[in-house]
Antibody, heavy 118, light 110 residues
């Protein structure tokens, strides 16, 4: 059974960098598919952040591209997200997920709330 | 890249059918047959229920069906059940390896 688990600080100060990791079990990241980050501000809808392929290629939401870095560590079977220069607008539940074809996410983590506040 | 447009709410009585729309442009919904739908219950992660406009993943009841006409995709839930009450989100491939989500629709079973 494929499982994903997000981890990272729940509170980040404005202008600092948000860092999250998604640990994958039950499937080897390097075997295929792609791996994505999606966020959901409290009470609002979903926003796609970006994907990383097992090849290492990354694709990000153009509205966030300048602040987002997604990387993969195949030795630990995990992938990570960094968002720089955060503001209150980056407060959200952050989900990691496994993707296939063009835009289908079939396995999701439980989500982790990140609050941006001083 | 803009969010896809969904009605904020929809409702129906048990046993009835309800359809939720998802409107985009020729650059996303209208340009590709890669529209997905997700169901999200409160406090839970989204669940994929429709992919490639009309296909259902294994385990998803056939009460859920998808379609598309031009720049608008639709999700129909037939034979409404209490457990169908949830938020529903559409997503579409938007070219250049990017993805757009809709704003979400809250489905209430009366």
């Amino acid at each position: 059974q494929v499982q994903l688990q997000e981890s990272g600080p729940g509170l980040v100060k404005p202008s600092e960098t948000l860092s999250l990791t998604c640990a994958v079990s039950g499937y080897s990241i390097s075997s295929g598919y792609y791996w994505g980050w999606i966020r959901q501000p409290p009470g609002k809808g979903l926003e796609w952040i970006g994907n990383i392929y097992h090849s290492g290629n990354t694709y990000c939401n153009p509205s966030l591209k300048s602040r987002v870095t997604i990387s993969v560590d195949t030795s630990k079977n995990q992938f990570s997200l960094k968002v720089t220069s955060v503001t209150a607008a980056d407060t959200a539940v952050y989900y990691c997920a496994r993707g296939w074809l063009l835009g289908n996410f079939d396995y999701w983590g439980q989500g982790t709330l990140v609050t941006v506040s001083s | 890249q803009s969010a896809l447009t969904q009605p904020p709410s929809a409702s129906g009585s048990p046993g009835q059918s309800v359809t939720i729309s998802c409107t985009g442009t020729s650059s996303d919904v209208g340009g590709y047959n890669y529209v997905s739908w997700y169901q999200q219950h409160p406090g839970k992660a989204p669940k994929l229920i429709i992919y490639e406009v009309t296909k259902r993943p294994s385990g998803v009841p056939d009460r859920f069906s998808g379609s598309k006409s031009g720049n608008t995709a639709s999700l129909t839930v037939s034979g409404l059940q209490a457990e169908d009450e949830a938020d529903y989100y559409c997503s579409s491939y938007a070219g250049s390896n990017t993805l757009s989500f809709g704003g979400g629709t809250k489905l209430t079973v009366l």
